[in-house]
């Protein structure tokens, strides 16, 4: 009984895959630190100023969160310009409220892969038929397979620098794939910060378009869980009747409106970001993915992804292996921009691996 009652998307091993902890793998190596490279996250803390906004909030947590969260609604303003938004825990909240508005049991949800995995998970624990678009050898987008794909479908996801590949598929393809779907295309924008491009226009043309964000990535705020989404403003009210109550909280709303209000914060760490990816580009020894985000993809072959995982983290460096993607050999790995300490340690450890 106890185990008949949960249901079969959940009843077998799967999942979202975690790295491997750096604590973990500094207690198996018998080393004192190692580089953590593995999940995308940013190597600066927040800002002295966001971070005492945080700790100010949490004096108030007793309290639940304001219902309108204005505040920070009025920080995306001032760096955005005058959108509808939908705030989440993360931006994998505001996923799981964009699916959760949209997706009947049985609908279908297309992504193109390999990509992010969250939105197949959480389409797929709504009860939608998830369809994956496989991206072409050289990673890119080709719209017109992807317009097909859409056809009959409630909700696509295009995830753009995308993870793990690094590309960005470029705003004319964008523009083609809205002209010619009539679903709502979910734009996953989680490395936007570090790349050239900007959809943002996009928002002005087509009511069938969602961008999110995340300050995990740029931002310095992984462990503070907040993203949102520019949303056409027909759906905003739906949205906001879906969403999980007060999912967002009190520390994250100020620690994110403050770092908002950072832009000198987020101008060095893309400086540092785009810096060395230049180097990532030119030392690795093995062939690299052009990436406008905070990691690069590497073809390790002939090795295979959690080979080389596993001599980087002897070696203390933690990389992901990308076996886990979907729609790509086995034959790579993602590693992000992290410290100068860590890069240089990376850079050596790498070399080694020929
Ligand atoms: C990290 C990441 C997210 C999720 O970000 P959170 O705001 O931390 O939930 C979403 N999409 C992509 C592609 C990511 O890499």
Known sequence: MRRS????????????VFAKSAEEIAREQGLSR???????????????A??????????????YPPARQEAVVDALRRVHGDHAFLLGNGMDGVIETVVRTVVEPGDRVVISTPTFSFYGLAAAAQGAEVVEVPREPDFSVDPTKFIEACRGAKLAFLCTPNNPTGDVVPVEAVRKILDGIDCLLFLDNAYIEFSDA????????????IEGRTMSKAYSLAGVRFGYAFVPEWLAPHLEQA???FAVNCVALAAAEA???????IDEVVAHVRQWRERFMTEIPFPVAPSEANFVLIDVAPMTGDEAMERLAEGGVVVRSCRSFPGLEDRYIRVCIGADWENELFLEKVRDLQ
């Not at 009652?5 to 979202?16: D, E, F, P, S």
């Not at 190692?34 to 002295?48: D, F, H, K, T, Y």
């Open 50 to 63: 966001t971070i005492a906004a945080g700790l100010s909030a949490l004096k108030e947590g007793n309290r």
């Open 259 to 265: 770092a908002l209000a950072d832009q000198a914060h």
């Open 34 to 48: 190692v580089a953590r490279l593995a999940s995308n996250e940013n190597p600066s803390p927040p800002s002295e």
């Open 198 to 209: 900007d959809y943002r226009p996009l928002m002005q043309e087509y009511d069938h378009l």
């Open 5 to 16: 009652i949960v249901r079969r998307c959940y009843a077998t091993a799967g999942g979202y």
């Open 243 to 245: 969403a999980t109550p």
